[in-house]
């Protein structure tokens, strides 16, 4: 929740001044953002109030959904173009990105394939390994090599975590870098954008401009920034500045001790993730807080990177901070997943512990024993006379045990009064 009070808060900031000038309302795309987060909300509490291996019996059906919604996207009479990328499909008077809500059931269904590797068969194992390569080609063709790269490498790290073979990995990583390079060599765009990652202020007006404006927010906003909602380049200056470039706004108005409070937080979120996935008790939950941390702090850390230009220009929003309703209920969901995880991992050490037997103490061979811990069974034994013995041991042969009656002992130590007497 703080992650998302953050982010409202400064998409607040950073789209009023597009939102008044584009519709009269400063507050149009806040109060949207907040219709989505009350979707992703609801998703996100039936995931985990529901077990796992309940969600994880829909994932296949929503991976083969979401991937017919991209396919979708490159029909021309359905996909909407924007800025030169046709990622979008109308919903009334939304638009929604499959490829962001792809992301959870990716997730899911690729924890369950690596994580339960051998209990698939070959053919079944080689079908799903299609499937994924079909969406990010379909991703890729969209074209969105950001979202594919992310998609990927979150592919990448769950298998590599299932323990698959170093070999195999090298190899899907190398097909990656070759199908990068193959895109960036056919779109022209996609160089542009290399060229101009590499000198910004070469382009300054053209290609670099996005770039060379956001670092102008990020400078501009020294060691403690200027203020909520003082910043200037969102002003008119700053391209896009609510989606892909909210750092540079929230670095402007809140410093560079903001940004690093927000680096800190990232680290504390995968720190916490990292432990759970440590704590879950299944192989397939495990790769599951894997994946959710993955895309989460990864795509964060990504998003970061373009704004402050560590990174080649992309297309990519900051989970649970930029605007846009399919990021933030994909977000929310994968969060939601994340939780569940904790949570099972918590309810299942409950049960280990109200579950465990007490198990008896154990004594070192000579040590004392206290007069309550001494075992029923020889207090019994010595109460038996040698006659009193042998009777019961014959009649358990025969099974049939009969009842015992003690008589007195009588002690065999003669009195001191009856020893006087012998001696006189």
């Known amino acids: ?19 008044d000038a584009e519709v009269g309302d400063g507050a149009r795309y806040f109060k ?25 019996q829909f994932s296949g059906l ?81 074209p969105n090599l950001s979202t594919t790269a992310v998609c990927g490498f979150t592919l990448w790290l769950i298998a590599w975590a299932s323990g698959r073979p170093y070999k195999h990995l090298f190899i899907t990583a190398g097909a990656g870098a070759l199908a990068a390079v193959m895109s960036i060599s056919i ?46 380049q969102k002003l008119g200056y700053l391209p896009i500045q609510y989606t892909d470039f909210i750092f540079s706004v929230y670095a402007e108005e809140f410093g560079f001790v903001g940004a690093v409070m927000l680096l800190l937080f990232l680290a504390v979120f995968s720190t916490v993730a990292l432990l759970v996935a440590l704590k879950a008790k299944s192989s397939v939950n495990r790769l599951i807080a894997i994946g959710c941390m993955v895309l989460l702090v990864g795509q964060s850390l990504i998003n970061i990177g373009v704004a402050t230009g560590s990174l080649p220009t992309t297309g990519l929003p900051f989970p649970m901070m930029s605007y846009g309703g399919s990021s933030m209920m994909s977000s929310l969901i994968i969060a939601g997943l994340l939780i569940r995880v904790a949570r099972e991992a918590h309810e299942a050490d409950i049960v280990a512990m109200t579950e465990q037997p007490m198990r008896p103490r154990r004594h070192r061979p000579g040590s004392r024993r206290r007069r309550h811990e001494q075992p029923q069974q020889e207090a019994t034994a010595a109460e ?27 002690s ?5 009064k009856r020893k006087r007497i012998q001696s006189l």
């Open 412 to 416: 065999r130590k003669p009195s001191r």
């Open 187 to 232: 779109k022209a765009y996609q160089r542009e954008r290399i060229i101009s990652f590499l000198d910004p202020w070469a382009q300054a007006s053209d290609n670099g401009y996005q770039l060379v404006q956001s670092l102008y927010a990020i400078g501009s906003g020294g060691l403690w920034g200027t203020g909520f909602g003082m910043g200037q």
């Open 62 to 142: 929503g991976l083969f959904v979401c991937l017919g919604l991209i396919i979708a996207t490159h029909i021309p009479s359905m996909g909407v173009t924007v800025n030169g990328a046709t990622r979008w499909l109308p919903l009334g008077p939304f638009l929604i990105q499959p490829s962001e809500l792809l992301k959870p059931f990716l997730i899911l269904q690729s924890a369950r394939l690596f994580g339960q590797w051998h209990r698939f068969r070959v053919s079944t194992r080689w079908l799903w390994l299609g499937v994924f390569a079909i969406c990010l080609i379909a991703i890729l063709i969209q």
């Open 384 to 410: 038996h006379t040698p006659a009193q013995k042998k009777r019961v041991r014959r009649h358990t042969r025969t099974g049939i045990r009969p009842e015992v009656t003690l008589e007195p002992k009588l």
């Open 1 to 19: 929740m703080l992650w998302l009070t953050i982010g409202l808060v400064v998409l607040f900031s950073a789209s009023f001044p597009v939102a």
């Open 32 to 56: 949207v953002q907040i219709l989505w987060i009350f979707v992703g909300l609801l998703m996100s509490r039936w995931i985990t109030r529901h077990p796992l291996r309940l969600i994880m």
